[in-house]
């Protein structure tokens, strides 16, 4: 009986949380009340703050399983890459299409709005550096098969993630996602210049 218990509390926190996303894609981040969410995902308040202590800690719960969705699709690409190289040129494209995720608008206006909760912006960060370890694994890969430099692979790593995340900040709202993908192959082309081993 407890194990089907934990199955449906589980269900209702997946249903608040579609509910809510759903929300978040149409209206926003601020526009969005817990009440709307209530009505949306046909549960009680209660139930929505037992699984989410407020709204903050509902749209970090999206967002990270956000982040998990791409980093799992970038894994499951890299299985028909070659080469370090093809790799990057993969994770590159995955972030320019990442544009298109109607979720990334509110998390935008969230990140603008999330005020000084240290545990808030503590989450922020820790998501936004979840591709590091990633984008690592690709350096090394490439060091070993000699196609990139023997260079400090953390110092690599943390520049290809400043321009993958620089290129995020900088173009959604200005650029087509075809434009947006040429861009990141061309940062890429010019990275590799640097660190390719020829």
């Excluded at 790593?157 to 709202?173: K, N, P, Q």
Aim: hydrophobic share 40%.
């Amino acid at each position: 009986m407890a194990r089907r218990t934990a199955e449906e509390a589980e269900q209702t926190k997946q249903a608040i949380a579609e509910a809510a996303k759903q929300l978040f894609i149409q209206h926003g981040y601020q526009a969005t009340s817990m009440d709307q969410i209530r009505l949306a995902s046909a549960t009680s308040k209660g139930s929505i703050y037992y699984h989410f202590k407020n709204k903050e800690k509902l749209f970090l719960y999206l967002l990270e399983l956000n982040v998990m969705e791409w980093v799992t699709k970038c894994k499951e690409q890299f299985k028909t890459a070659a080469t370090a190289t093809e790799k990057l040129y993969i994770y590159g494209r995955i972030s320019a299409s990442d544009f298109n995720n109607p979720l990334l608008h509110a998390s935008i206006e969230f990140s603008g709005t999330r005020g000084a909760d240290p545990e808030v912006t503590a989450k922020v960060v820790e998501l936004s550096k979840v591709s590091i370890p990633l984008l690592k694994e690709v350096v090394l890969e490439g060091i070993a098969n000699q196609e990139f430099k023997p260079e400090d692979e953390d110092k690599i790593t943390l520049m290809l993630h400043i321009i993958f995340s620089g290129l995020g900040v900088l173009l959604f709202e200005d650029y087509t996602t075809e434009e947006i993908e040429k861009l990141h192959d061309k940062a890429i082309d010019l990275f590799l210049n640097g660190i390719r081993l020829t």
